[in-house]
């Protein structure tokens, strides 16, 4: 039988090894927890990842252009002037008309005209019956002559008079063609299909042939043309390329957004303003949405040839440092590679690489100037606002 202070004594030593046994299992668990804790402080955390912009380099069909500005002008502008004198009997357009060649444009009093004509018909028929009266009378003369009963000097004058009466008929036929002439003149035609313009004589008034300024001004707008410069060091290229086929040209709005119409080159000017360095260039088009105004300043876009199956970027993955050209290429991991470029052509649209990045790489075309090589990025498919404010601090920079 136990004794009661011993089984208390028990008791307490079992309290204690159980508080023994907790406190020291605290404190086991606070120092795993203290040096888990202590360890993560003491490693470096992975840096973000940093947002970018890419482009796939693939192949494709470039055109080389040059670009210039031009002035449109009338294929064909002609003053349309009286050529005779009289009154304007009838004006048979309507200001800004398209008309076509031959049509009645003008019509001048052709009476003193028409008289002219008439005048110079009767002659001829006057100097034809006197020419038929000699021939009658040298045959007379030549039946005289042969019987002695006519002198042979009278055939002889005979025969220079009717030499006489044939020059004067041949002078009264050239009077007809210009009394003919004159009568034609008195109604103005259209020489070409065009539009006229503000009309500077009304119906009614006198008009002479020696007046400086015209009845009115007739253009042609279709096809229509237009002139422009480039500079002379494309001299070159662009008479290789007339000299392989027709040369097309773009007619472009002021923003150059817009494609006004689509033309040819017709010809290089014979000089080149040494004042300026330029070359005169004149390109036709067919203008059948009339687009294109006589006087209208237009962009013009020349294409010089199109390079075929080429490796192509955009053009603002080409960054440009002391050491030349180069891209940043995103590589499987999602880090980034500086590597150094070889560009041929580049346009507005495209740079084309002829070494440095292979067909289907990624290249990086916005947020460049926060990275470095190595450094993980994440490829945004469409512009986010850490992309914009990529772009606002590169202009600021």
């Known amino acids: 039988m136990s004794h009661p202070g011993t089984q208390g004594m028990r008791r307490f030593l079992l309290v204690v090894v159980c508080v023994a046994l907790l406190t020291g299992?605290?404190?086991?668990?606070?120092?795993?927890?203290?040096?888990?804790?202590?360890?993560?402080?003491?490693?470096?955390?992975?840096?973000?990842?940093?947002?970018?912009?890419?482009?796939?380099?693939?192949?494709?069909d470039v055109p080389i252009h040059v670009d210039g500005l031009g002035t449109v002008q009338a294929l064909n502008a002609v003053t349309i002037k009286s050529r005779v004198d009289g009154q304007i009997q009838k004006?048979?357009?309507?200001?800004?008309?398209?008309?076509?060649?031959?049509?009645?444009?003008?019509?001048?009093?052709?009476?003193?005209?028409?008289?002219?004509?008439?005048?110079?018909?009767?002659?001829?028929?006057?100097?034809?019956?006197?020419?038929?009266?000699?021939?009658?009378?040298?045959?007379?003369?030549a039946t005289l002559l042969k019987t002695q009963a006519a002198p042979r000097q009278q055939v002889d004058t005979q025969r220079a008079l009717i030499a006489q009466f044939e020059a004067a008929i041949r002078a009264d036929q050239a009077a007809i063609e210009a009394a003919q002439t004159q009568l034609d003149y008195a109604s103005i035609t259209s020489p070409i299909d065009g539009v006229t313009g503000?009309?500077?004589?009304?119906?009614?008034?006198?008009?002479?042939?020696?007046?400086?300024?015209?009845?009115?001004?007739?253009?042609?707008?279709?096809?229509?043309?237009?002139?422009?410069?480039?500079?002379?060091?494309?001299?070159?290229?662009?008479?290789?390329?007339?000299?392989?086929?027709?040369?097309?040209?773009?007619?472009?709005?002021?923003?150059?957004?817009t494609d006004l119409d689509r033309g040819t080159v017709l010809l290089i000017d014979n000089q080149i303003d040494r004042a300026t360095g330029t070359m005169r260039l004149k390109a036709t088009f067919p203008n059948a949405r009339e687009t294109l105004w006589p006087g209208q300043f237009v962009n013009i876009r020349l294409l010089l040839r199109t390079?075929?199956?080429?490796?192509?970027?955009?053009?603002?993955?080409?960054?440009?440092?002391?050491?030349?050209?180069?891209?940043?290429?995103v590589r499987q991991d999602d880090t980034v590679e500086v590597r150094p470029l070889k560009v041929g052509t580049d346009t507005d649209a495209v740079s084309v690489i002829d070494d440095g990045v292979a067909e289907g790489e990624r290249v990086v075309t916005a947020g460049q100037y926060r990275l470095e090589p190595g450094a993980r990025v994440q490829i945004n498919t469409a512009e986010a606002p850490a992309a914009k404010g990529d772009v606002a601090q590169r202009a600021a920079r």
């Open 25 to 60: 299992g605290g404190a086991v668990v606070w120092y795993w927890q203290t040096g888990i804790a202590a360890r993560a402080q003491s490693e470096p955390a992975a840096p973000p990842r940093i947002p970018v912009e890419t482009a796939i380099a693939k192949r494709a």
């Open 91 to 141: 004006i048979s357009f309507v200001e800004g008309q398209r008309v076509k060649s031959g049509d009645l444009l003008v019509q001048i009093d052709p009476r003193p005209y028409q008289a002219q004509y008439d005048q110079t018909v009767a002659k001829r028929a006057q100097d034809e019956a006197q020419l038929a009266n000699a021939k009658v009378d040298l045959e007379r003369y």
């Open 307 to 329: 390079d075929r199956n080429v490796l192509t970027v955009p053009p603002t993955a080409v960054q440009r440092g002391p050491d030349g050209l180069y891209a940043y290429i």
């Open 198 to 257: 503000i009309r500077q004589v009304d119906q009614g008034n006198v008009v002479h042939a020696a007046d400086t300024n015209g009845i009115v001004l007739l253009t042609q707008i279709q096809p229509i043309a237009v002139v422009f410069t480039l500079p002379e060091e494309d001299l070159a290229r662009v008479s290789a390329a007339m000299a392989a086929g027709p040369v097309t040209v773009t007619a472009q709005s002021h923003d150059g957004k």
